[in-house]
């Protein structure tokens, strides 16, 4: 069942298009993550689904009722704001109390609501102090306890954690991920923190410019991203992008690598389909762990190290490959040091790539 | 490095002391005449503390001091001035609220433009306006009286409340608004749950601003009242100018101190508000 249709919709402020027809369509119960870098116009989206802002054109259906003309607060949705938006005059308990006291509860349902609802958040023994009076985190359980009172049939959470610091993100990330299994609304999710994107997303949006770049699962944005952004955007670290040729060897269409140690061809799978491409430009895009330590014997890239950066788990190796820095994850075990050289081979079941005028995905 | 430190101390204090006395010696003065009789002010000297006190020039000041052809003391003006300021501080004030709550959180075409327009009444000069407002009033039915004074202070005060209310609501996030409003509070519950409670500094400011201003206000008063509307301030004028056979100073300066004591009361009792309130929206960004 569709619990939120958003249908060419657009956004003008004056001259200045700020949204260019987005399409989305989410079903009942999933979580729906909007990506991208600062000013793209998610706040707007968000606030045009609240009906905090009316679209310019397009259409916005919640359910299978279209709310264009219907008030935010008709809309049984609530909404958890990047700047909590709690009311400084009023306590914990007034906070959550006041969106039911302005629909008419019944007294004896709100006290049920509040007791319920700061439960679960584990806030019940701050019900009477005022947001001064909070942290950080507290103020973001009992933004989270006001928008959950209202039991609605869809969540907005406006990048909810980015006022956290890291380690908080990371606690309340995983919180709102339970809570989403506990309760199984619908929601739709802020954020231009891809890994909180990655980690949280049933469905992911990725917007640059007012524009849906790519919509999809968060395997097919990771492994199979439509254009050079997508790409670039999801993932730490980013995605290598290597400029070089489509050039055919014994029958196979592969490109040539030229590391510190010398020039390599490497086939592509699949790589007739490019055959009409002989000779072009091409931006070959692997990400840091599609870059192995080749076995002994096998055909590798000779590698310098550059540089290194142990992370624990990991190791990131620095190096060059056709004139442009690209960092490889290894295991530790497995890394050499500044200076030493790398036999390096290339995940081709994986590489992706992109056409260098158009950005878009080729393979 | 010590000693000239202590020098510069002596020098702060010394300039800070000559600047209170400045100030407080007119007061000063005031004071002590007010309780001196005739006798002592003629014989004495300006400074000198009184030999006896003597609560008669107070009495007659407010009671029975001629002020033109009557002579029932400011005790009518006083009353005037506060049944003009209490109203017109009311509601001044609370349009400025309302104006500014509007024109901070419920933009509409053309609002930066009312905002600038009703801006430029900061500084329109009184002077300009005694005509038209006198012709104004007349077709309300309200020229010479309470009412029409409140009226004027009204009109009149709501460009600086305005101004004062619109600036502190700009700092109050937009994002507290589009919480309410999904909450499904509409314009008022907004405004008075939301909004008004957290305003409680800068109404401190704007009703100590009006009290005063209006108040303090002479022009409007000597100009749009007479006989029996007319505030203390027009009153004191009128007693200060009433030719006696001698000049009652003790009377004059009691008079002036009765002018005087509401806003002094205010600012004593709602000071402290008066300057948090001013410094609040700097504070909150
Ligand atoms: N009321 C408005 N009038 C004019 N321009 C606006 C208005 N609101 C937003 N914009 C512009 O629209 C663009 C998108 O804003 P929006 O708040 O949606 O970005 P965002 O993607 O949420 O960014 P961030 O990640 O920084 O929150 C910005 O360039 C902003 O300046
Ligand atoms: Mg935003």
């Known amino acids: ?363 | 490095m010590h000693d000239q430190n202590k020098l510069w101390r002596i020098a702060l204090y010394g300039v800070l002391l000559y600047a209170a006395v400045y100030y407080l010696l007119p007061l000063y003065v005031m004071v002590t005449t007010s309780v001196k009789s005739m006798d002592e002010i003629r014989a004495g000297n300006l400074i000198a503390l009184p030999m006896s006190i003597t609560f008669d020039a107070w009495t007659k000041a407010w009671a029975t001091a001629c002020t033109g052809v009557d002579c029932n003391g400011l005790s009518g003006y006083f009353w005037n001035s506060v049944k003009m300021v209490i109203p017109a501080v009311l509601i001044s004030t609370s349009l400025g609220a309302l104006n500014g709550y509007v024109l901070s959180k419920w933009r509409f075409k053309g609002s930066e433009l009312t905002f600038a327009l009703i801006l430029f009444g900061v500084f329109i000069p009184f002077q300009v306006v005694l005509l038209p407002m006198a012709q104004t009033l007349g077709w309300f039915g309200l020229a010479r009286s309470v009412a029409g004074l409140i009226f004027v202070h009204v009109v009149f005060g709501i460009a600086s409340t305005t101004l004062f209310f619109r600036n502190y609501y700009v700092g109050i996030p937009d994002e507290l608004i589009k919480a309410a409003r999904l909450d499904g509070a509409g314009f008022w519950r907004i405004f008075f749950k939301v909004v008004l409670p957290m305003s409680t500094p800068i109404v401190m400011v704007v009703l100590i601003w009006q009290f005063t201003q209006i108040w303090n206000d002479f022009l409007f008063g000597v100009v749009f009242s007479s006989g029996d509307s007319q505030p203390i301030t027009v009153g004191l004028n009128n007693l200060a100018n009433t030719s006696t056979s001698v000049k009652e100073y003790n009377v004059d300066m009691a008079a002036a101190i009765i002018a005087a004591l509401p806003t002094i009361v205010v600012y004593v009792l709602a000071g402290k508000y008066f300057v948090r309130g001013l410094t609040a929206g700097a504070v909150k960004g």
């Open chain 1, 1 to 363: 069942m569709g619990a939120l249709a958003i249908k060419n919709v657009t956004k003008r402020f004056g001259d200045t298009h700020i949204l260019k027809g987005i399409d989305i369509h989410i079903d009942a119960g999933q979580f729906l993550i909007l990506v991208g870098p600062s000013g793209c116009g998610k706040s707007t989206l968000m606030n045009i689904i609240a009906g905090l802002e009316a679209p310019t054109s397009g259409e916005v259906q919640i359910g299978e009722r279209v709310v264009n003309d219907v008030a935010p607060k008709d809309r049984d949705i609530a909404m958890v704001f990047q700047s909590y938006a709690l009311y400084p005059t009023m306590n914990v308990r007034q906070n959550i109390a006041f969106g039911m006291e302005t629909r008419g509860v019944p007294r004896k349902e709100q006290e049920e609501t509040i007791t319920r609802v700061s439960k679960m958040l584990q806030i019940d023994h701050l019900l009477d102090r005022k947001p001064g009076q909070l942290s950080g985190g507290q103020r973001q359980r009992v933004a989270m306890g006001r928008a959950l009172a209202r039991n609605p049939t869809l969540f907005l959470f406006d990048e909810p954690l980015s006022n956290l610091d890291a380690k908080l993100r990371v606690e309340m990330r995983t919180e709102i991920k339970q809570l989403h299994h506990r309760l199984k609304t619908t929601i739709v999710y802020v954020t231009h923190d891809q890994i909180e994107a990655m980690t949280l997303g049933d469905r992911i949006a990725v917007m640059k410019d007012g524009v849906i770049q790519q919509f999809g699962s968060p395997e097919e944005i990771y492994e199979r991203p439509a254009n050079l952004f997508v790409a670039g955007f999801i993932g730490s670290p980013s995605m290598n992008f290597i400029d070089c040729h489509l050039a055919e060897q014994g029958g196979d269409v592969g490109i040539s690598l030229q590391s510190e140690g010398g020039v390599r061809f490497v086939p592509l799978l699949d790589g007739r389909r490019f055959a009409d491409r002989l000779g072009q430009k091409v931006i070959l895009g692997v990400r840091p762990e599609q870059i192995e330590v080749a076995e002994e014997g096998e055909p590798a890239l000779e590698c310098k190290v550059h540089l290194t950066e142990p992370t624990g788990p990991d190791t990131m190796i620095f190096t060059q490959i056709n004139g442009k820095e690209v960092i490889a994850r290894v295991h530790p075990r497995a890394a050499g040091r500044p200076g030493d050289s790398m036999r390096l081979k290339l995940d081709v079941r994986k590489v992706v790539l992109f056409d260098p005028q158009t950005e878009a995905r080729l393979n």
